[in-house]
């Protein structure tokens, strides 16, 4: 049912504050004056002392969901300190990469029935890791073949392209680092100020939404285009390798995701008056980094759009044919939940405008169950 919408796709995104905050319902428990907010995760409570003893975690997906864990992966580094290493499933089958008894591996995935990860499930099973699954499906396969988990709880989801699954994912997974990371003392008000964001996110996607109608503009304006980049660091070098995503999957428009730190390393070759790029550049550790990126691009006459906060328009833009689009800010590691947003809000448009399938778009299927 898809209610006042056109699309499967444009209710799941709008539906974004709701899903967010079943994922998060009963997880968050906010303690009195004296308390300290903390995180439940009924799947792991078990297991997190084996978590915390691994020697490495391997975060396993494919598509969106491994982009999710690529926007999960600084936070989970920083509040457990273990190594975190990224794994597209089919890849590490590709090389049968060495997994090992002291690793943690979870395993992302929407359907829970993508062939490639769960190969990659039996393959590490073989290789006596603990299974983590992380899936918006009770009773799928990988829910099943895990040794415990989390339910992300967005909802059903219809789009082949994936949205609120994506922000439901990387809010699970930056549970996941809170909870990992509970027994440390040194962390304590990282994390309760990151609790205290969660609560809010909600309320954030409701505000960012507001940006439908400027994000259709923008589409109007780049529909004929053949190509769009997108670059992002830090934190949102997973927003630019999903934005880019949607807008190839849906509006079949050539789109790439580029972490920006390589930019002068090939990319720059690529950038000229007529070529959109749409640079990620809110406020965090690495906004100056992004702010040197945006004048390189500016001094080659690059076309830019800037994501920035709010506020920041003027700080960001450096010429008058550059195009800002201001979100909110939240706790850094959050940020990606809301910055993805604008960009699924983009590649609907241009999907609309352009005249192509928004809901099923050619060749793709929403769960892809062969190798
Ligand atoms: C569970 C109930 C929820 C109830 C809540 C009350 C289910 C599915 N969930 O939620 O309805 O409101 O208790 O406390 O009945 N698991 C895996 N692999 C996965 C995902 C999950 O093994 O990929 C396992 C978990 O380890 C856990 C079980 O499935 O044993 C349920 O997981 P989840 O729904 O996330 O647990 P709760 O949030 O506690
Ligand atoms: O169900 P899964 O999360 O395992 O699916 C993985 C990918 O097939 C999926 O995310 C795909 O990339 C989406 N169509 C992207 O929107």
Avoid: W
């Amino acid at each position: 049912n898809k209610g006042n919408y056109e699309h499967y796709m444009q209710k799941e995104i709008h539906e974004q504050p709701q899903s967010l905050k079943t994922t998060m319902r009963g997880r968050l428990i906010r303690g009195g004056s004296c308390k300290a907010k903390t995180v439940l995760l009924g799947g792991l409570k078990d297991h997190l002392k084996t978590i915390r003893r691994s020697r490495r975690i391997l975060f396993i997906g494919c598509g969106t969901s491994y982009n999710a864990a690529l926007a999960a992966r600084p936070i989970l580094e920083e509040l457990s300190g273990i190594p975190v290493t990224m794994e597209i499933a089919s890849d590490l089958l590709d090389r049968r990469g060495p997994i090992y008894r002291e690793d943690t591996a979870v395993f992302v995935s929407q359907s829970g029935e993508t062939a490639d990860t769960l190969l990659a499930l039996e393959y590490a099973l073989e290789n006596g890791a603990l299974c983590v699954g992380i899936t918006n499906t009770v009773g799928s396969a990988i829910a099943r073949r895990t040794h415990c988990g989390v339910h992300i709880n967005a909802g059903c989801e219809i789009g082949v392209a994936s949205t609120k699954a994506y922000t439901s994912q990387i809010v699970v997974m930056a549970m996941l680092a809170l909870a990992i990371g509970s027994d440390t003392i040194s962390s304590q008000e990282r994390r309760e100020a990151i609790i205290d964001g969660l609560i809010e996110l909600p309320n954030k996607i409701r505000e960012v939404l507001k940006l439908d109608q400027k994000m259709k503009k923008l589409a109007q304006e780049l529909m004929a285009e053949q190509s769009l980049l997108v670059f992002g660091r830090g934190y949102n070098y997973a927003t630019a390798l999903e934005g880019a995503l949607k807008v190839k999957e849906v509006a079949l428009m050539h789109s790439e995701g580029m972490l920006a730190g390589e930019m002068k390393h090939g990319p720059l070759a690529l950038v000229d008056e007529n070529l959109p790029i749409v640079v990620i550049a809110t406020r965090d550790a690495c906004f100056s980094k992004q702010q040197s990126v945006i004048q390189q691009l500016h001094a080659r006459r690059g076309r830019l759009i800037v994501m920035c906060s709010e506020g920041d328009a003027t700080v960001v833009c450096p010429g008058d044919n550059c195009r800002a689009i201001e979100v909110p800010l939240v706790e850094d590691c959050l940020q990606p939940v809301v910055n993805i947003v604008p960009l699924q809000l983009l590649a609907y448009h241009l999907t609309v405008l352009r005249g192509f399938n928004v809901d099923q778009p050619r060749n793709l299927a929403k769960s892809v169950t062969t190798q």
